[in-house]
């Protein structure tokens, strides 16, 4: 049983989650964390691996879309802590939804990004109740906010 679970959304192209859960535990932290599916190939191609192929890009992207929520949803919900990382090289349009759904669900938020993405994420970071900008600094919140006084 752990005492919290944690969410981890966003990029998928560098060991940032690695990092956070390493950090935790060396940390002792009691949390289990979760996330997406991160193999990007099997995220897009889910739809038509399981429902059948499509020649049509929107609905290939559609029912894959629709499946990873299933997972997204359901994690988010059962979360304590949800962690939305925003990478650089590509927008991520998922992410900010995470985030935004994370925040209508009341669920407490830390956002992670570079500062050269304030600018463009001023609503996500302003809905969040922390942002960072190195799992270094997501870590030492999770120890914080754990910590028994």
Same mark, same amino acid.
């Given at each position: 049983m752990y005492d919290w679970i944690v969410y981890l959304s966003g990029e998928i192209h560098t060991d940032w989650r690695e990092q956070i859960i390493e950090? #935790?535990?060396e940390a002792e932290l009691s949390m289990?964390? =979760?996330g997406p599916i991160t193999d990007h190939a099997d995220?897009?191609?889910c739809?038509?691996?399981l429902l059948g192929e499509e020649i049509n890009p929107f609905w290939r992207d559609h029912k894959a879309a629709k499946i990873n929520a299933i997972r997204t949803r359901k994690m988010i919900e059962e979360a304590d802590l949800v962690v939305v990382r925003f990478g650089d090289k590509y927008k991520q349009w998922n992410a900010a939804f995470d985030a935004g759904y994370a925040s209508a669900l009341g669920k407490s938020t830390i956002i992670l990004h570079a500062p050269e993405l304030t600018h463009a994420l001023k609503e996500v970071d302003a809905a969040a109740q922390? @942002? #960072?900008e =190195?799992? !270094?600094q997501? @870590? !030492?919140i999770l120890k914080?906010?754990?910590r028994e006084r």
């Open positions: 950090g #935790a535990e289990l964390f =979760t995220s897009d191609e739809g038509e691996k922390a @942002v #960072a =190195t799992p !270094e997501v @870590v !030492e914080y906010i754990t």
